[in-house]
C-alpha cells in the first residue's frame, strides 16, 4: 500500500514537474511536442480539493494522513482562532505542500464590515499565519462565498469560491458527498469540503481515489490556474479553472 502510494505520488509529481515546465516554457512544448499528440487521453485533468473551517486536530490530522498516504495536495482555508495550540498542523500543510487560505478570524460575513473590523478578521488571521510559517502569499475565501466590492477592494489578495459544492455540513452522509462530487466532476473544478467532519474526511479521500482512477490530478489552486495559464489578482474572484 505504501509503496504504490510512494510510486503514484513519484509519477504525480514527475508528471506535474513536466507540466509546469510545459507551463513556464510553452515554446519547449510547441518545439519538441506538436499538438496533436496530445490525445484527449493523455490530456491531464486537474482538480482542486478544498477545505474550510478547520483546522480541528482529530479530523484535519486524519485528513493529512490520507493525503499524504496518497500524494495528493490541497488547500485549506483556515479560521484565525483555531490557529492557537494547532501550530504544528498548520506547518504540517505547508511541509506537505499543500495551500494556506484565510476564513477569517471568527466566520463571520465579511460584507457590510468597516475597514478596521475586516482587518480584524483578515489582517489579523494573515498575521497569524506569517508568524507560525514566516511566509505570506495567502488566498481569501469569505464565509457563506459573500463578496461585495468592499471584500474585493480590501482584500489585497485573490478571492477563491467553489465550483462543487456536496454541501457536507448537511446530512454528514460521505457515501452521498463522494457521488455529488464525482458526478459533478470536471477539468478544473474546485471542490468544497469541511475538514471539521470525519464523514467529509471519509468522503474526501474515497473521492481522490474515485477521481484518480478516472485520470484526475489533484492540484493546490494556485496550481491549478497556473496550470490554465490563468493569472490570479488581487481583489479577484474566482471559482474554477475550467478551460
Ligand atoms: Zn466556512
Known amino acids: 500500500m505504501l509503496s504504490r502510494g510512494r510510486k503514484r505520488r513519484a509519477a504525480a509529481a514527475l508528471f506535474f514537474l513536466l507540466?509546469?515546465?510545459?507551463?513556464?516554457?510553452?515554446?519547449?512544448?510547441?518545439?519538441?511536442?506538436?499538438?496533436?499528440?496530445?490525445?484527449?487521453?493523455?490530456?491531464?485533468?486537474?482538480?482542486?480539493?478544498?477545505?474550510?473551517?478547520?483546522?480541528?486536530?482529530?479530523?484535519?490530522?486524519?485528513?493529512?494522513?490520507?493525503?499524504?498516504?496518497?500524494?495528493?495536495?490541497?488547500?485549506?482555508?483556515?479560521?484565525?482562532?483555531?490557529?492557537?495550540?494547532?501550530?504544528?498542523?498548520?506547518?504540517?500543510?505547508?511541509?506537505?505542500?499543500?495551500?494556506?487560505?484565510?476564513?477569517?478570524?471568527d466566520h463571520v460575513s465579511l460584507t457590510g464590515l468597516s475597514?478596521?473590523?475586516?482587518?480584524?478578521?483578515?489582517?489579523?488571521?494573515?498575521?497569524?499565519?506569517?508568524?507560525?510559517?514566516?511566509?505570506?502569499?495567502f488566498l481569501l475565501r469569505p464565509p457563506y462565498g459573500a463578496v461585495d466590492e468592499a471584500v474585493r477592494k480590501n482584500a489585497g489578495c485573490p478571492i477563491i469560491l467553489w465550483s462543487i459544492d456536496p454541501e457536507d455540513w448537511g446530512d454528514q452522509n460521505?457515501?452521498?458527498?463522494?457521488?455529488?462530487?464525482?458526478?459533478?466532476?470536471?477539468?478544473?473544478?474546485?471542490?468544497?469540503?469541511?475538514?471539521?467532519?470525519?464523514?467529509?474526511?471519509e468522503a474526501a479521500l474515497t473521492i481522490v481515489d474515485r477521481l484518480h482512477a478516472q485520470g484526475y490530478l489533484f492540484v493546490t489552486v494556485e496550481e491549478l490556474f497556473a496550470a490554465r495559464h490563468i493569472p490570479l489578482e488581487a481583489g479577484e474572484v474566482y471559482r474554477e479553472a475550467c478551460p
Open 19 to 105: 507540466l509546469i515546465a510545459w507551463a513556464a516554457a510553452p515554446w519547449v512544448a510547441g518545439a519538441s511536442v506538436p499538438a496533436a499528440a496530445w490525445t484527449a487521453a493523455e490530456t491531464p485533468k486537474f482538480i482542486a480539493l478544498t477545505f474550510d473551517d478547520g483546522p480541528r486536530r482529530s479530523t484535519t490530522t486524519a485528513l493529512l494522513d490520507g493525503l499524504e498516504a496518497r500524494g495528493v495536495r490541497a488547500t485549506f482555508f483556515l479560521i484565525g482562532k483555531q490557529l492557537d495550540h494547532n501550530e504544528d498542523l498548520i506547518r504540517r500543510m505547508d511541509a506537505q505542500g499543500h495551500q494556506i487560505g484565510i476564513h477569517t478570524y
Open 115 to 137: 475597514r478596521a473590523d475586516f482587518d480584524a478578521q483578515v489582517a489579523l488571521t494573515r498575521q497569524k499565519l506569517m508568524a507560525i510559517l514566516g511566509h505570506d502569499g
Open 174 to 201: 460521505a457515501a452521498r458527498e463522494v457521488e455529488h462530487v464525482v458526478a459533478n466532476a470536471r477539468d478544473g473544478a474546485i471542490i468544497l469540503l469541511h475538514d471539521i467532519f470525519p464523514a467529509s474526511v
